[in-house]
């Protein structure tokens, strides 16, 4: 509890202490009055001050008004029907704080539950000086700094080995429970918890721009993007409030003046007071204003506890809606570490030839660039090579020693207009020119991830109507690659833009109403990724484009999420509108019970309390994702 929580608890218990034994103390006339008053302001004098404060600003209609308005009335009424019944205006106004404390509490407890699931933010970083390790805030170092990370302590900041080797557990933001072991020169990033040895690390970015500060600003934003639901319940509150303040004005005003001018009977106006009363204290919309972001943001938590980043609610309801998957190929469904199978025709030593294809390579983050400096195996002098150019798509070409040397497929040697010879074999094919004649090529292969094909079952199972691969990889490897997995279709041999066309093709193929995922590495497909419905990005450790370009991020790599992060997103969503028809069903019963005389004040407020806490609790239920 805050201490802001613990000081209403005590005013709630103060007032309602006071409140009760006044029911034992027989007193009447003004100091009645005094007495009740007492109560009645140590429980109600923030919401008089924020309904006096709404009036100044011409901001009349909100809660706080409600609740002043309803409880000055009450006390009105009494004073002018002399019955000395101000019980009911100080215990409305207690039961309306105890449920404005359970709400505050519920919420607290929801964001500190989904802080401590993501337990990756770091207090401190070491950094050594005069030879001694002093603890510094991560925010002041600077970039470049060396810091040291003890075992047992979280990498506060992105960086690379200089020093040390040891096993990193990255559960925390990817969910993964194996180790990954680093050594000295390997790149590492923050969040992660250094399990055995002592590691001296070169920071490469500042803490704000570290992976860890760019994933809590993720889930802590998430929350701000609204989405349809809640714009609905904003705009609802707007014009809800208000008309049941004019209802209540009317239902005090009208049937008096009509029985009295039109029927000749008594107006009877204390009667109808109380009821127009009793239906503002009914109309309190709070249940609904809280249960509904809160619904998101506790499905955004457990998304982000499986390993799913939902960037807001509004991307959590389109998830819900999706009926067609689009998968990228290489890193997506494969795992996007290509094998060395052989080198065919080379002109040269096969040694010599992957020396020029790892050289040409050096700059590029494609996972087949970094798997042929792989296989190459030595220390790569980058000063060896200059005018670097990626065709992404198609390969790269560079000068290495100042000989031209292009690496690619068959678009990229038909564009160079270099004769190529064609590979039989079934894998990705690096074509080699060297100096404009062709030098060879390279047979590399890639594996499909040990999920890809329950990942797609998974998402038939849970009704997805088509799976569809788009690649820009060879025909015969991206087939081979569909049939294994059951993906209905595929389209292979497409640049970047022709994904783009593709999945435009396939957004005006279906109807509004069903949403397009596209899932992908964020290699050469960024712009996919912004243009379908929603953008899924794999590969989620480290690479940066894919964090922005995406709107729903997984941390592990884990096809299998994709399934997952739409079952959360319905589940969510299911909750969310099971509250807004609860909450409004109950309400506008209560407010016809009340215009009746049916209601009284007492059950109006248990009503309203009754339905937020039920609301919230329900809204509480999307924090639990782990069985779906
Ligand atoms: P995918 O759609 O499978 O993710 P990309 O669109 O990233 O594939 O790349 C398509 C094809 O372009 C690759 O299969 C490869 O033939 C070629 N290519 C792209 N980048 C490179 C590179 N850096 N080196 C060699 N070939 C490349
Ligand atoms: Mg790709």
Not at 25 to 50: E, S
Not at 69 to 88: C, K, R
Not at 445 to 459: I, W
Not at 595 to 611: P, Q, Y
Request: aromatic residues 6%; charged residues 25%.
């Amino acid at each position: 509890m805050s201490r802001k929580q613990k000081k209403m608890l005590i005013r709630v218990l103060i007032a309602a202490v006071l409140l009760i034994a006044l029911q034992f103390i027989p007193t009447d006339g003004a100091l009645r009055l005094i007495l009740y008053l007492i109560p009645y302001l140590v429980i109600g004098y923030d919401i008089l001050l924020k309904a006096l404060k709404g009036i100044k600003n011409c901001q009349v209609f909100d809660e706080s008004f409600l609740m002043a308005v309803a409880t000055i009335g009450a006390i009105a009424l009494a004073l002018h029907e002399q019955s000395g019944d101000y019980t009911e205006a100080v215990a409305v106004m207690l039961f309306y704080q105890i449920g404005e404390l359970f709400q505050s509490y519920a919420v607290g407890k929801s964001r500190r539950n989904i802080s401590d699931l993501m337990d990756i933010r770091p207090d401190y970083a070491n950094v050594e000086r005069d030879g001694r390790l002093e603890q510094v805030d991560p925010d002041e170092v600077e970039i470049g700094t060396v810091i040291v990370v003890q075992p047992g302590e979280k990498v506060p900041i992105d960086g690379i080995v200089l020093e040390g080797a040891s096993s990193l557990n990255t559960s925390a933001l990817t969910g993964e429970s194996l180790p990954r072991d680093v050594k000295e020169g390997d790149e590492i990033i923050s969040g992660c918890i250094n399990m055995s040895g002592l590691l001296k690390i070169r920071t490469t970015k500042e803490f704000g721009e570290s992976t860890v500060s760019k994933i809590l600003d993720l889930v802590e934003n998430a929350s701000s993007r609204k989405s349809k639901s809640e714009e609905f319940i904003a705009k609802f509150a707007r014009v809800y409030t208000p008309a049941v303040c004019y209802a209540a004005l009317a239902l005090a005003v009208l049937p008096p003046l009509v029985r009295m001018l039109g029927l000749g009977l008594p107006a009877d106006w204390d009667n109808w007071i109380g009821r127009a009363l009793t239906f503002l204290v009914i109309s309190c919309p709070c249940a609904l204003v809280i249960s509904i972001p809160l619904s998101f943001f506790a499905g955004i938590g457990g998304a982000s506890a499986a390993g799913v980043l939902v960037k807001g609610s509004n991307y959590m309801e389109t998830l819900s809606k999706t009926k067609v998957v689009v998968f990228d190929k290489t890193g997506t469904l494969t795992r996007g570490v290509f094998e060395v199978n052989g080198i065919h025709h080379s002109e040269l030593e096969d040694e010599k030839l992957l020396e020029y294809a790892a050289l040409a390579e050096s700059a590029s983050s494609h996972p087949i660039s970094k798997s042929i400096q792989k296989a190459y195996g030595k220390e790569i002098d980058r000063s060896r090579v200059t005018d670097i150019r990626e065709i992404s798509g198609g390969g790269v070409t560079a000068k290495v020693d100042g000989i031209e040397v292009a690496a690619g497929n068959d678009k990229l040697m038909k564009q160079l207009g270099i004769e190529y010879i064609s590979c039989r074999s079934v894998g990705t094919i690096v074509h080699m020119a060297i100096n404009g004649s062709y030098a060879g090529h390279i047979v590399i292969s890639d594996v499909v991830k040990p999920h890809s094909r329950e990942a797609v079952q998974a998402l038939k199972a849970a009704g997805i109507r088509k799976t569809v691969m788009l690649t820009g990889d060879r025909r015969q490897v991206a087939e081979k690659v569909a049939a294994d997995l059951g993906v209905d279709e595929v389209c292979s041999e497409l640049l970047p833009a022709d994904k783009v066309e593709k999945v435009e093709e396939l957004i005006q193929k279906k109807s509004e109403k069903e949403k397009l995922a596209f899932v992908g590495d964020g290699i050469n497909d960024a712009p996919v990724l912004s243009r379908a419905d929603i953008g899924i990005a794999m590969g989620a450790m480290g690479s940066d484009a894919a964090i922005e370009a995406a709107d729903v991020v997984l941390m592990d790599d884990d096809p299998l999420k994709i399934a997952k992060a739409i079952k959360i997103s319905r589940k969510c969503l299911r909750i969310v509108y099971q509250n807004i028809v609860f909450a409004i069903g109950i309400k506008l019963l209560f407010l016809a019970l009340g215009a009746l005389g049916i209601a009284n004040m007492w059950m109006a407020i248990f009503a309203d309390v009754g339905v937020m806490i039920i609301a919230v609790l329900n809204a509480i239920r999307a924090l639990f994702v782990k069985k779906l």
